[in-house]
């Protein structure tokens, strides 16, 4: 039995994790918190997922959590993510973070915190992504000099960073592959008005947001006389919340570390 506490229980992942939880005996929510203020502050967690009660009230931060958990599974926002990782530090707590949208100083202090604590964070735990991030390298590697590299991503209306954690990851993997560094050739949208030629160098970014999209990514290579297009299309929360859930059982035995989803699906766990 892994014991868990949900950090945004009252938000989109933070209830898709409650039911993915319910559907399968071996994990038990222990704790949930939710902002203070928030109307899902007092409320059983179960409920608020729509599953069965869990006998969970959810609290307004991690300090007030009684309980003793295993691991924590935080899909808030940056700023929020980074004060658990300050209690998770200080009381040996493993974490999953899917929270996306850090800045290098932030994502700086995660590492530092896997010094003294076990965690995974990536900016998509979906398996079928994280298989892209795969292809993607071995194309970039086959085919990445010779065309023009853009990255398509749409996501629904209320995402609120751009481009998505896990555009920019492709990006990152991209121009890894290809001995470039993003932050020197990434471009992200063009015009309006005149934008000049195309540099071959550079890779693009556009972003899309509209209605309930839960996470389209398209990687296109476009050469001369063809396209090779790598496109991921998750259509349910579950995809994100079940790889989070297989995230915190790799984690089981790990005292510290830093991790991310490639380590959990192709290197061996310690269970
Ligand atoms: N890694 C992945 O696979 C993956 C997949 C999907 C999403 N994400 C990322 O996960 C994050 C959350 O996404 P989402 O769609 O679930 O967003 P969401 O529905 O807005 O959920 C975030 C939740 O965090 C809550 N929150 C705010 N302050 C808090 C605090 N101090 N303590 C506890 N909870 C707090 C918010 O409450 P209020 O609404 O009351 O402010 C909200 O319920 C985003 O960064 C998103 O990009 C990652």
């Known amino acids: 039995m892994i014991r868990l506490a949900i950090s945004g229980a009252g938000g989109r992942m933070g209830k898709s994790i409650i039911q993915a939880c319910h559907a399968k005996p071996e994990w038990s929510v222990v704790a949930a918190t939710a902002r203070p203020g928030s109307p899902a502050i007092g409320e059983d967690a179960g409920w608020l997922a729509g599953v069965p009660v869990l006998g969970v009230e959810v609290v307004d931060r991690l300090a ?94 209320n995402k609120v960073d751009a481009p998505s954690g896990t555009a920019l990851r492709m990006g990152e993997i991209v121009a890894q592959a290809l001995g470039r560094d993003l932050q020197d050739c990434a471009v992200y949208g063009r015009g309006p008005g005149a934008t000049g030629k195309r540099d ?20 296109l290579f476009a050469g001369d006389g063809e396209r090779v297009e790598i496109t991921h299309k998750a259509s349910s929360r579950l995809t994100f919340a079940n790889g989070a859930l297989r995230a915190a059982s790799w984690l089981k035995g790990k005292q510290q570390g830093l991790y991310d989803m490639q380590d959990v699906l192709w290197k061996k766990g310690s269970e």
């Open 64 to 157: 007030k959590v009684q309980q003793p958990f295993d691991v924590l599974i935080d899909f808030t926002q940056p700023v929020v993510t980074l004060d658990n990782l300050v209690y998770c530090r200080e009381h040996k707590r493993r974490m999953v973070i899917g929270t996306t949208g850090f800045t290098p100083s932030q994502r700086a202090e995660i590492a530092t915190a896997a010094k003294e604590t076990a965690i995974v964070v990536a900016p998509n735990m979906s398996v079928g992504v994280n298989l892209c991030f795969k292809l993607l390298e071995l194309a970039a590697q086959a085919i990445g000099a010779e065309t023009d590299i853009e990255i398509i991503e749409a996501h629904h209306r």
């Open 200 to 219: 071959r160098k550079t890779i693009g970014f556009e972003t899309i947001r509209a209605g309930d999209i839960v996470g389209d990514h398209t990687v």
